[in-house]
């Protein structure tokens, strides 16, 4: 995957999380995109076209607020385990816009057909 959105961002390499892409704003701001986490961005940029920049932007100012952020596709069972650093899931970044979508598909989900 390319991650696209953040094609701005300097992107670094953490040889304990091959897995994870690191990308660093400044010098005390950085953050991680687990895989998971970016197949849900790209799920949600599917629906939310015309929130998507938002969305990115809400990404960007959740890691100004906090330096140090891992975005994870499941913050029970993060792929990175860093100390400092806090989790952040895709329904959070949703939140910040006001956003909310239900994965029908999920096994686990409540929400099934």
């Given at each position: 995957m390319n991650y696209e959105e953040f094609k701005d961002c300097k992107e670094g390499f953490d040889s304990l999380n091959p897995n994870a892409k690191l990308f660093i704003i400044d010098y005390?701001?950085?953050f991680y995109i687990?895989?998971?986490f970016y197949?849900?961005?790209?799920y949600v940029k599917?629906?939310?076209?015309?929130q998507f920049n938002d969305i990115i932007n809400s990404i960007f100012d959740i890691v100004k607020r906090n330096n140090k952020v891992i975005f994870t596709g499941d913050f029970e069972n993060p792929v990175v385990y860093k100390?400092?650093?806090i989790y952040r899931?895709?329904?959070?970044v949703l939140a910040e816009n006001k956003l909310s979508f239900d994965n029908k598909s999920n096994p686990d989900s409540d929400w099934k057909d």
């Open positions: 005390n701001k950085s687990e895989p998971n197949t849900q961005l790209l599917d629906h939310f076209k015309n100390d400092g650093f899931e895709i329904s959070d």
